[in-house]
């Protein structure tokens, strides 16, 4: 009777691997067909720009993964972006502060805002489809109140574009101007992975995700550990919000809708399971490189907003399809 669950566990790390592997394969498929499709899209200024793209989406998908390894969906990625980058607006704009105040105001009330959510689903019991979209209609509506519905320029921080646009490495070898916005998504997923896999904190993801239940009858505080989870994904999305304000020097207050689909997509693409119980960060930054490949190409290719939005529609439920059949294979 115990070895069905043993063998299962090999079957689902690899069947894991495979959905690396996957959409590694499919990323550079991607850019083959693209580079021949258009002779503009390998230039190194649409490069920088697909990764610039990239740094937001997948700094985005981090913090959706961490919450769907838990079994959960978190559907305020996108307005909580907006709304820190309105707060961080309002911190550097509208009360004139020092910068770094600014960003730290936005990580807080991105954190803050992730734990509101997290004491919604563990401890007050609501579906996390419902909770988060409640928050997301809750910081849609604070964000356009906030800003009074009119874009906050940073006109007053000159230094504000920098976090997303600057080079730190390009001022060290000026060959390789990566923008910081880039650099931020790499380092923090470095962060996040290495959490997951090495820091009580990430055991316990994976395992609310696998087995609530016996995680509680275990003794842990499992409502505790998934609130702090929660709290974590807030506080990306907060750094979300700063790259993409620094990005277009001003906080969009309706911007953000539309980049929980983008965020979630990647994270199904690189095989985190919507199930909960597994996924990885290098599988979510291959599924936002696809996601920004793919968009750019299209656009490259004069392919209208409407169809983009089609094919964003047609991969998830792809993705979504293909995590079902590897959950049945896996047992």
């Given at each position: 009777?115990?070895?069905?669950?043993?063998?299962?566990?090999?079957?689902?790390?690899?069947?894991?691997?495979?959905?690396?592997?996957?959409?590694?394969?499919s990323l550079?498929?991607?850019?083959?067909?693209?580079?021949?499709a258009s002779?503009?899209?390998?230039?190194?200024?649409?490069?920088?720009?697909?990764?610039?793209?990239?740094?937001?989406?997948?700094?985005?998908?981090?913090?959706?993964?961490?919450?769907?390894?838990?079994?959960?969906?978190?559907?305020?990625?996108?307005?909580?972006?907006?709304?820190?980058?309105?707060?961080?607006?309002?911190?550097?704009?509208?009360?004139?502060?020092?910068?770094?105040?600014?960003?730290?105001?936005?990580?807080?009330?991105?954190?803050?805002?992730?734990?509101?959510?997290?004491?919604?689903?563990?401890?007050?019991?609501?579906?996390?489809f419902i909770?988060?979209?409640?928050?997301?209609?809750?910081?849609?509506?604070?964000?356009?109140?906030?800003?009074?519905?009119?874009?906050?320029?940073?006109?007053?921080?000159?230094?504000?574009?920098?976090?997303?646009?600057?080079?730190?490495?390009?001022?060290?070898?000026?060959?390789?101007?990566?923008?910081?916005?880039?650099?931020?998504?790499?380092?923090?997923?470095?962060?996040?992975?290495?959490?997951?896999?090495?820091?009580?904190?990430?055991?316990?993801?994976?395992?609310?995700?696998?087995?609530?239940?016996?995680?509680?009858?275990?003794?842990?505080?499992?409502?505790?550990?998934?609130?702090?989870?929660?709290?974590?994904?807030?506080?990306?999305?907060?750094?979300?919000?700063?790259?993409?304000?620094?990005?277009?020097?001003?906080?969009?207050?309706?911007?953000?809708?539309?980049?929980?689909?983008?965020?979630?997509?990647?994270?199904?693409?690189?095989?985190?399971?919507?199930?909960?119980?597994?996924?990885?960060?290098?599988?979510?930054?291959?599924?936002?490189?696809?996601?920004?490949?793919?968009?750019?190409?299209?656009?490259?290719?004069?392919?209208?907003?409407?169809?983009?939005?089609?094919?964003?529609?047609?991969?998830?439920?792809?993705?979504?399809?293909?995590?079902?059949?590897?959950?049945?294979?896996?047992?």
């Open positions: 009777m115990t070895a069905t669950p043993i063998a299962a566990k090999p079957r689902a790390i690899a069947s894991g691997a495979q959905q690396k592997l996957l959409a590694f394969a550079i498929a991607l850019l083959v067909f693209f580079s021949l002779p503009n899209f390998l230039q190194t200024a649409n490069i920088l720009a697909i990764l610039q793209a990239t740094s937001v989406n997948g700094v985005l998908a981090i913090a959706a993964t961490l919450v769907i390894i838990t079994g959960g969906i978190d559907l305020s990625v996108g307005t909580l972006m907006t709304f820190t980058a309105v707060i961080a607006g309002v911190v550097l704009t509208f009360w004139g502060l020092p910068l770094p105040l600014g960003v730290i105001a936005a990580i807080a009330a991105g954190t803050a805002c992730g734990f509101i959510s997290g004491s919604l689903v563990a401890r007050m019991k609501i579906p996390p909770a988060t979209l409640g928050m997301m209609l809750i910081l849609k509506g604070l964000s356009l109140v906030i800003s009074g519905t009119k874009p906050i320029y940073f006109n007053d921080t000159p230094s504000f574009p920098l976090i997303s646009t600057g080079s730190l490495i390009g001022s060290i070898f000026p060959a390789v101007p990566v923008p910081n916005g880039v650099l931020i998504l790499f380092l923090l997923a470095l962060a996040i992975s290495w959490m997951l896999n090495r820091t009580t904190l990430g055991r316990y993801c994976f395992a609310l995700g696998s087995n609530e239940e016996a995680v509680r009858l275990s003794g842990v505080n499992a409502d505790g550990w998934k609130v702090a989870i929660y709290a974590l994904a807030g506080g990306i999305c907060g750094i979300a919000g700063l790259l993409i304000a620094s990005r277009l020097n001003s906080a969009q207050p309706a911007l953000g809708q539309g980049y929980e689909l983008d965020a979630i997509a990647a994270v199904v693409i690189g095989g985190t399971s919507l199930a909960g119980g597994r996924g990885s960060i290098l599988g979510t930054i291959i599924g936002a490189l696809i996601m920004g490949v793919l968009l750019n190409g299209l656009r490259i290719m004069s392919v209208a907003q409407e169809w983009q939005t089609v094919v964003t529609g047609a991969i998830i439920i792809f993705a979504v399809y293909a995590d079902m059949l590897r959950r049945r294979r896996a047992g």
